[in-house]
Structures are given as C-alpha cells and as structure tokens.
C-alpha cells in the first residue's frame, strides 16, 4: 500500500476534528443558576475541564444565581437552540414551578432534559452538644417542647426544606426552620450551637464527619452510604418509602436540535464514565451516578415537579 501526503493530512483531520456537534464558532458555556462553591458549580467545573479537552473548544462556566435557580434556568431558555448554551443544575429546579409565583420560566416546556448525571441522599445531622442520638430523639424532644427544635437548611423550598416538613408532618410534630443562603452559612450555625440541626446534601454532612462537633442521625435514601454505615435511613426510622435525593442534571434551551443535544449527552457520559472521573464525583459527592439521556431523564425530572410541587403547595410555602 502507497503511502501519499494527502492520505496522512486526510487521516490526521479524521482524528483531530471535534464531533460534528461541537462545530459552532461559539463558545459553549455552561450556565449555574447557583453561586461558586457549591456542588452544582463543582460538577459544572469538571465538566468544564473534561469538554474543552474532547471537544477541542473554548467552554464556559457562568453562574447566574437568584430567585430559587430560576434566574439562571431563564438565560438558558431564552438562549439560542444552538447547542452553545446548556443549564448545570440540581434538585431544586424541579420545584421552581410550585415555589415561585412568577418564576419568569416554564422550567418543564421551554428547557429540554439532556442528562441525569446522578443522585446523593439528604441528610439531617445534630450538633454533637445536642442530646439526639436518632431521629426518634428529636421527634421526643419536638413533643416535649413544640417547636423548641431549629434545623437549618440551605433555603426556603429546597428539597432539604420539603423533606423536613414532609417527616415532621408524618411524625406529628413542628421543627422550626431556620434558612440559610447556601450550606456554608447553614453548616456554621449548626457547629457554632447557634440551631441544632441540619439537613443537607450527603456532600455537605459527610465533609464534616471528621469533626467532633457533628452527629450524622438520619439519612434519606434507600440504602445507607458506606460512610454513614452506621446512620439509619427514613425507611428504617418507621417512615415507610421515605426518600429524599439530591440530583444533578443537564438541560437546553427547548427547540435544541436532537443531534446536538445527543451529542453533549455522549460526550458527557464519556466524561463521567472514566474510572478517575466518576471516583471523584463519588468521593467528594457521594454521588450515585446514573447517565440517564433523553426520555429516562424527562421521565424522572417530571416525577420530581409532582412530589415535590404536591408538598409546596399542600403545606402553603413560598420563596
């Protein structure tokens, strides 16, 4: 077989050109309806670094935080359908159409589910100072003394928020809430003594567990976390298919061709199908990965606007 220069410049292209998808002149820019620093952010960044190497492309991370997420989801609705333009987001977003009077976005008609990336349980944990040992304690303490017992959450209407009035409902009793904006704010409360629980994402307790000051006492998923081995779940304290997830999830603009969002879905689940990339996302998230595309995750995202929407508006909360 003759080897010619043009052969070798046409086999070096096939291999350095980016998927057809990745084309547009423009940068892709990953939008975070959340401020630095958080999970969301963490993953947005990650895939940033991962993208820009595969796809031979100039990616962005913008976050555009305010009003429950939905500030954020809005820019991206509103972008153009060109796969240069995709939301980075978490749980919380399926509860923007229930907690916002005018939330400025249909997040379930003018954003296309691309991908799942995964889910991590809730968590309450105590401050160790504190007497509770289960979550049974605290429903004791709350009888003893209605609504004596403050747990802090990372704001009004997240999932973390939800979970807590869904199990003082079932189990008869009132914990005050205490917002907060965000886990950093919440979390040095909780250890400085200032409220006596926490709820939160298994990332924002577990990065705490080397301390003295707190107690892991219960946690929402199915199944208990090897790191909280020793925590009983929901389903486990007596409230039957009790289940809080946090979730991360990519979506586009409504109208983004197929091919486009079918190839941001194949290049992220190539990202986090490396052994040293999900490892990460495990370790410092607990997270379960999941790399549901398409109808799976558009089935799972509405699931989430109705058991949480049901929540919000039964119990009358609002942002």
Known sequence: MKITRRGLLAASAAFSVAPAWAQPAKNLTLVVPFPPGGSTDALARLLQSHLQVKLGRTVLVENKSGAAGSLGAAQVAKSAPDGATFLVTFDSHAVIPAILEKPGVDVEKELEPVFLVGTAPYVVAANASRPYQTFADVVAACKASPGAVKYASVGIGTLGHLAMTLLGKKAGVEITHVPYRGGGPAMNDVLGGHVDLIVGSAALITAQLGASTLRP??????????????????????????????????????????????????????????????????????????????????KFFARQVSIWGQVVRENNIKA
């Open 217 to 298: 006492i219960l946690q929402m998923g199915r199944e208990r976390l090897p790191v909280l081995k020793d925590t009983q779940t929901a389903i486990e304290a007596g409230y039957p298919d009790f289940e809080t997830l946090a979730w991360w999830g990519i979506f586009a603009p409504r109208d983004t061709p197929a091919e486009l969002i079918a190839g941001m879905a194949k290049s992220v689940r190539e990202i986090l199908s490396e052994p040293a990339v999900a490892a990460q996302l495990r370790d410092t998230q607990q997270m379960s990965l999941l790399l549901a595309e398409g109808k799976d995750f558009a």
